[in-house]
């Protein structure tokens, strides 16, 4: 069996890999490492979050007396998914399967989270007490949270595009020592 470290990918790892057994940090760097993949995919969620939350209200704020709303909404939606296909593609994911076929899955799934903005934005501003701009980021909150499974088995397809130094970074031999 190959040694933890050799696994790891990248020099930040690497380093971690060392500390498992650390008194004081052993525990986190643990399971940071069980962990990762769901670790990365919020801290990257968050700056898509608030990416795309930031372009959207650049672009309501500018163009909101000239244009409808869900025109804005459907506006920023372009840069939000470039956006946060490039984060989970290559932070979280790490996938090296062919762009062409990943990103249109990868869209199809924030085409979904847009249809349903589209649909219920409308309504929101209706029935609740807040203003489009709070209610904009509930919304894309929520989104980051409900599309990490379609990311994971559709957009990315889970580990078929990753290669075998890529595999999740648990070693199951350290298991009694967490």
Do not use: C
């Not at 672009?59 to 984060?87: D, K």
């Not at 062919?98 to 501003?125: D, G």
């Not at 209610?135 to 990315?156: N, P």
Request: zero cysteines; charged letters at 15%; proline letters at 6%.
């Amino acid at each position: 069996m190959q040694p933890t470290a050799a696994r790891t990918s990248n020099r930040v790892e690497r380093r971690l890999d060392g500390l498992r057994a650390h008194p004081t940090v052993g525990g986190p760097v643990r399971f940071y490492f069980r962990r990762r993949e769901q670790l990365l995919y919020l801290a990257v969620g968050g700056w898509n979050t608030v990416f795309g939350y930031g372009v959207w209200a650049l672009l309501q704020y500018v163009l909101g007396e000239h244009l409808h709303y869900l025109v804005v909404v459907v506006l920023s939606w372009p840069f939000a998914v470039l956006n946060a296909y490039l984060g989970y593609r290559y932070i979280v994911f790490r996938s090296r399967g062919p762009v062409l076929k990943e990103l249109p899955r990868f869209s199809l799934i924030y085409l979904a989270t847009l249809l349903v903005n589209l649909a219920l934005l409308p309504v929101a501003l209706r029935v609740l007490p807040f203003n489009i701009y709070v209610i904009q980021a509930l919304f894309t909150a929520v989104v980051v949270v409900s599309s990490y499974l379609g990311h994971k088995y559709y957009s990315f397809g889970g580990a078929r595009h990753r290669d075998a130094s890529e595999s999740p970074r648990y070693d199951p031999s350290l298991a009694k020592r967490d």
